[in-house]
């Protein structure tokens, strides 16, 4: 951000050139932007999808986040996600990189072998990909967003295209365009995680408790973490053990040093394992993340903002357009510990080392509860002036509580999906993408793979 003590540079105009003419430009190669992308070419349109590192997958591939919660309701008798997320699944089955896990119906994934299927996804599609590209600015003409400007190996290049869908988590196309945002006091903090390696002698010794005894030797809070196994890999472990506490990572300073701090916690981790777990145990560092694993950053206004009272009380809209049932979970920005709100009407407080639980209630048991709860279409439909821009991802406006249930994964695929499907939408119809018909919306949705009720 340019201050007015900041010596400025003036750089001469110059002409750039346009590598491609799309319908469709997706801007961020997430699972949420390639199913955006995905979708969008399924139905015909000419797609480009623009990621800044060197493959697809977003936290789940580069922040090696391998868990996909549940696609069921909480009773696990009603499926409620379906589309692409169950299709990738059911690929990764074939070469038996997802498993299935005991709580809550979730499913690990081998999230090197994600990398790979996400590239035959975009290339069956026939979406034209660019990695290694930075998304630089906004082009306007007339008020019409109507290219994007992007820097690689190349150069300083732009695509233009018809309807741009924001997927970069931190919705820099909306903010870029000067779109309301905003950015909640109370973040909910980055974690770095890792791969480990440990042999069997290694099994039943906690992270947690090993920090709650000797953390402060290594320069580690109290903290709340976790950690699951990785399908095919029987000795190398997913770990998510810390958090870095008060930051802003949609900040270039904050989000350097919280890379640094992320991988020096993990430093932190192993030597306490090495020093105080089972003598003849083995441990080793397999892998870090490419990029630390952003929770929350800034918030694009929407037509809708989504309140933790809907989702709690499963709230139904006209425009649904994703269903989930993962709870509200909720990091503590600037301490240790969670908060888990659940639809039956639980709460759960858990403090440091997964030892301190304090459970009740967020409102008086009843006889029936919700099962699932709904995302409208408003809800990614950013407000503001331009007609040909949607966004999905953890940019979502949301309050707190709200925020805590859709930032998961398998909820913002399906984000994604119907991203893609009302852009296409958008351009067939020759509509703003406020204008499109919601019931060929969840139709097309639904003829595509997603569940969706009352269609």
Partial sequence: MYTSNLRLINEPAKDTPVINEVDICVLG????????????????????????QNCFGGVAALGLVNIWH?????????????????????????RGAVQKVGYGNAYTLNTEELKIELDNLILESKVTP???SYYVAPHIEEGILKAIIIENKSGRQAIQAKVFIDATGDGDLCFQLGLDH???DSLQPPTACAKMYQDKKMKGFSFQKAIAK??????????WGWGTFIPGLPDITFNAETHVFNVNCADANQLTASEIEGRRQIRALMDIARKYGPAEGTIGLAALPASIGIRETRHIKSQYIITENEILTGKEFDDTIANGSYRVDIHHSD??????????????????????????WWRPKTKENPTFYQIPYRAIIPTGGFKNVLMCGRMIDADPGAFGAARVMVNLNQLGEAAGVAAYLALDSKNSVRDISINSLRKDLVKGGSILFNC
């Fill in 335 to 360: 301490c240790s510990g969670i908060t888990f709100r659940y639809l039956d009407g639980k709460e759960e407080i858990v403090a440091t080392g997964n030892s301190e639980r304090k459970v009740g």
């Fill in 29 to 52: 190669g997430s699972c949420t932007g390639v199913f955006a992308a995905v979708r969008a070419a399924r139905l015909g349109a000419k797609v480009a999808i623009v990621e800044k």
């Fill in 214 to 223: 000797h953390g402060p030797e290594f320069n580690l809070k109290e903290d």
């Fill in 130 to 132: 660019y990695l290694h």
């Fill in 70 to 94: 549940s696609l069921y309701d909480t009773e696990d008798e009603k499926q409620i996600i379906a589309g692409l997320t169950e299709e990738v699944i059911e690929r990764l089955e074939t």
């Fill in 182 to 184: 905003y950015q909640l």
